[in-house]
T-cell receptor, first 119, second 111 residues
Framework: GAVVSQHPSRVICKSGTSVKIECRSLDFQATTMFWYRQFPKQSLMLMATSNEGSKATYEQGVEKDKFLINHASLTLSTLTVTSAHPEDSSFYIC???????????????FGPGTRLTVL | RKEVEQDPGPFNVPEGATVAFNCTYSNSASQSFFWYRQDCRKEPKLLMSVYSSGNEDGRFTAQLNRASQYISLLIRDSKLSDSATYLCVVYGGTSYGKLTFGQGTILTVHP
């Protein structure tokens, strides 16, 4: 089956630092990847849609200059949380759509998530 | 109004019980519907799609009522391993092309 990995799985950093999270599709090519954020006891909220070779599309209320997304290849998208603050502490999850599977457009494969704690 | 609303629970049931979860969605243009399961500190995993005709997968039965914009999940003969958060998910509608998640319903099955 389609596998998506994320790295790191967990990160603790000081306020003001930048953190990069990688999302990789391991056995398929993904033209589209999605970045979600989940606060405790809340649902997953889509932050942005990342398209290979083009700029990401951000959801309303998500600062594109704070959450930098790069989708430079068909298997890798990165999310950089710039100048992280304690309120950015959350569970960040990526998902990817298999370009060649022929599956439904709604089919997404989720990474295991990255838990970010900003002190 | 939230696009997808669920009763957050928690539901605490004994093994072997039958439990039902409900979900409503706000946009009638929504195209596809799913139930996902999320274990603590893990990513969500697709449990099953939901069709208007109703569909069953073992102990799990999902129903969709488009007229009422209502989705349900029934779990029969609950197992300890069913303990998780169940997410109602909608594709299309307001957020076209994207999955919209409900806040989830917490289920705990106890011995």
């Amino acid at each position: 089956g389609a596998v998506v990995s994320q790295h790191p799985s967990r990160v603790i950093c000081k306020s003001g630092t930048s953190v990069k999270i990688e999302c990789r599709s391991l056995d398929f090519q993904a033209t589209t990847m999605f970045w979600y954020r989940q606060f405790p006891k809340q649902s997953l909220m889509l932050m942005a849609t990342s398209n290979e070779g083009s700029k990401a599309t951000y959801e309303q209320g998500v600062e594109k200059d704070k959450f930098l997304i790069n989708h430079a290849s068909l298997t890798l998208s990165t999310l950089t949380v710039t100048s992280a603050h304690p309120e950015d502490s959350s569970f960040y999850i990526c998902s990817a759509r298999d370009r060649d599977s022929g599956g439904a457009l709604n089919e997404q494969f989720f990474g295991p998530g990255t838990r970010l704690t900003v002190l | 109004r939230k696009e997808v609303e669920q009763d957050p629970g928690p539901f605490n049931v004994p093994e072997g019980a039958t439990v039902a979860f409900n979900c409503t969605y706000s946009n009638s243009a929504s195209q596809s519907f799913f139930w996902y399961r999320q274990d603590c500190r893990k990513e969500p995993k697709l449990l099953m799609s939901v069709y208007s005709s109703g569909n069953e997968d073992g102990r799990f039965t999902a129903q969709l009522n488009r007229a009422s914009q209502y989705i349900s999940l029934l779990i029969r003969d609950s197992k300890l391993s069913d303990s998780a958060t169940y997410l109602c998910v909608v594709y299309g509608g307001t957020s076209y092309g994207k999955l919209t998640f409900g806040q989830g319903t917490i289920l705990t099955v106890h011995p």
